[in-house]
């Protein structure tokens, strides 16, 4: 059964989490993951638990009550279950060394320290002690987790580490990708995009031509951060796109996530870039960290995302006679199948669209808390597309 939100240690800190979700005061899949890791921290750095069961299940309620906070940022849920992936793997090992080490108890080793003075036959008990694991211990019902949270600890700062990273990790093949003379076209404002790009610009001297991504203008913002970097860039309208295809080398996209069966949710823009490289057959390459990869199906909308801005920025509301007959839809992300993209590049390699579904649940195959709101028909599909391991 799992625990109720206030009944776990640091709930104020989760709460405070999910009023900025729900206001949108958190905004970004990065920003939104890092906030979801340090919220994990300090709740198992709190929790009181004598079993990992117990753990666990603090950490999937909490996970829960985030992801329900705000279902768009998909970086909330991937963040709970590498942290869950990772509790497991620290807990596995730890089992495994107590129980070697209880194992070896009567070992030669063993019987040789019998002669050596007092005060190192008490170190080697102290060892002892300090790596074995005992579960629901009556006497003393915190050992466990006294034991168990220095791993835990270093298991969560692993997944900061890897976020505050992100970008240096992404870009650090961009030369291989980007060559000499070529002409690529972006679109929209990704750090992840940007960070490849100026890391790219210190081998090689290529052209950059940026979409101004109407109407929040993003591309603006990006033209100007290449430009001072010494890159040769360009800033076009998003209606000059599909003509200037044709001399384009490569189109580089960013992500805000990445789907199981490799499509996916990007600013808009990005679909009408991708179909226009598609007519050309120009390459399609995705940058995004592995914390935006999420076991997910676009089940929703086969064009759009669930995410819409404000439609006063497409259509004002001084055109008052027009605004009155006609709905005005402002999408803030487009889906991009998979079969419009070539390549995705992340803080672990290239992987094509089709093996995305296979890195996913080899990396995270505890997604626990999405598994539980899927269709029951859809998730033992995944199950049997899953790698087993």
Excluded at 205 to 223: C, K
Aim: glycine share 6%.
């Amino acid at each position: 059964m799992a625990p109720e939100l206030h009944t776990i240690a640091g709930h104020r800190a989760v709460e405070t989490l999910v009023a900025k979700l729900r206001r949108r005061q958190v905004v970004g899949s990065r920003e939104a993951a890092l906030e979801t890791a340090l919220v994990l921290r300090q709740v198992v750095s709190k929790a009181r638990f004598t079993n990992i069961q117990q753990l666990i299940a603090v950490i999937r309620e909490v996970g829960r009550r985030l992801a329900e906070a705000q279902p768009k940022e998909h970086s909330v849920g991937n963040t709970v279950r590498r942290v869950l992936h990772n509790v497991r793997e620290e807990y596995n090992t730890a089992i495994k060394e107590s129980t070697a080490s209880s194992r070896n108890v009567y070992s030669i080793s063993k019987f040789v320290l019998q002669g050596q003075p007092r005060k190192h036959s008490a170190n080697a008990a102290k060892s002892d002690v300090r790596i074995t694991l005992k579960e629901n211990d009556p006497s003393d019902p915190d050992s466990f987790a006294r034991a168990l949270k220095p791993v835990l600890m270093e298991a969560i700062q692993d997944v900061l580490d890897e976020l505050e990273t992100v970008y240096d990790n992404v870009s650090k093949n961009a030369k291989d990708h980007i060559h000499s003379d070529e002409i690529i076209l972006t679109i929209g404002h990704s750090k992840t995009v940007e960070t490849f790009l100026k890391s790219a610009g210190h081998y090689r001297n290529y052209t950059v031509i940026v979409a101004e991504t109407a109407p929040s203008y993003q591309g603006h913002e990006m033209a100007r951060s290449l430009s001072a970097a010494g890159i040769s860039t360009f800033l076009v309208p998003d209606s000059s796109i599909f003509a200037i295809m044709s001399r384009v080398n490569k189109l580089i996209l960013g992500a805000h996530a990445v789907l199981a069966n490799g499509g996916l949710f990007g600013i808009t823009g990005s679909l009408l870039a991708a179909t226009a490289a598609r007519e050309h057959s120009t390459p399609v390459v995705v940058c995004a960290g592995q914390f935006k990869l999420t076991p997910l199906w676009n089940l929703y909308h086969e064009y759009g995302a669930l995410d819409f801005a404000d439609p006063s920025s497409v259509l004002g509301f001084e055109d008052g006679k027009l605004v009155e007959r006609v709905d005005v839809v402002n999408p803030y992300y487009d889906y991009v199948g998979p079969e419009l993209v070539d390549v995705f590049i992340t803080n672990d390699g290239d992987h094509p669209p089709s093996s995305v579904y296979r890195y996913v649940f080899a990396r995270d195959v505890c997604a626990c808390l999405i598994c539980a709101l899927m269709p029951p028909v859809l998730l033992l599909l995944l199950l049997f597309l899953a790698p087993i391991s």
